[in-house]
């Protein structure tokens, strides 16, 4: 009979990266995707400044057209086009620059999906061999991403935000290229040119000892000054360490993985943990010891006097003069999806009070509006509250405070 997660394997798991190379990986890969999707973008514009190009009327712009229209044809392919010579083609400047624009190529490709798997933390297997058709749509900001994780079988998730937009990004930047290869090269995810200015197409997995050259070329070292040996797994194992408080909310169960047993989440996630982890644990046992106290206080009553007196707030034309937990009670307000993130921040504000105050104090200055926030939030979709998380800072900044009010 077969189980419904994935038990203990017997090989030993890598650690996560470190915080400072976690850091490095991400922004090194951000620069170059940031940088290639800039460049891509002129290219494009370039195109239609463009015309026909002859050797006599050489130029960017007209380089770029006839690029566009030919695909990744390499050099011979465009000395054969214009009816000249390679070398005519090579005094001129050749093509690599030109076609590094319009078509991405190894370097590029790789970057992308090393990001995309610090963004979503899928396997690598799933990774190499995601399909175009294997992402839904299903709004204006939520992919819904299905793969093939390689000891299982068929899963999807919910792309977190900025997972979704570098998807979006990347087919924005392969889009040429996908019009230029046979349909079913066109129908896989990743694809790119071997290197600029050469015809060779690649797609599917990228062999580990590019992933090498890769990272000796960008000189990007792990915190020993060596090169950063980079293992797609491990990209996965930190995805998953590194998420802090901001995004531990609702169903924990459903933020790490459904097909692993207790023991083995916590043998590969919660043992190997950061600072941050750390510190996200600790908040959660915060959290805890701040519930069971509150619920062994007696609920707060709110009489219809209180009522009352809370409905005259905001005169109508001016500001409310109450303070922002205060419309928590108040029997006009309305809380909607769109409200998460203030809410959210409301209840951070509450926490770090409760940490600085006694508990007999807080329950009477905050008690009622702690407990309503509770009942407000779990009305809320358990997905509407995590992507919400994710522009949450946890400082006073982010709530109008009076100075006696603030907790740092």
Known sequence: MSTAYTPTPSRQTLPPYSESE?????????????????????ALTATVRGKTPTVDEWTGDNLAWLLSRLGP???PGVADHLGCSLNAVQKRGGIPAASAALFPHLATVLAYRLLFGVYSGIVPDGIDDLTVEDIDWAGDSTVLLSYIKGRTAAESVNLPRRAGRLLEQWLAHSQLLRSHVPPETARQLWLGVTRPGCAGIFSGPIHRNAVKAWTLQRGLTGDDGKALKIHRGRIRTTH???????????????????NHSPQVEGDHYLTATTPSQQQAMEALVEDAQHDLLQRAHPPTLVTDEDVAALARHGPKGKPCPARPWVCLLCPLAVFAPRHAANLLRLKAFFSRQWQLMPSAQFMAVFGPYSQRIVQVLDRFDPAVLTEAARDIGDHDDELPLRPEERTR
């Not at 998953?240 to 459904?258: C, E, F, K, Y």
């Open 73 to 75: 044809v390499g050099t």
């Open 22 to 42: 976690w850091d490095r990986l991400t922004a090194t890969c951000r620069a170059i995707v940031d940088e290639s999707y800039a460049t891509h973008r002129e």
């Open 240 to 258: 998953l360490a590194m998420r802090d408080r901001r995004v531990w909310n609702g169903q924990g169960r459903a933020t790490i993985d459904p």
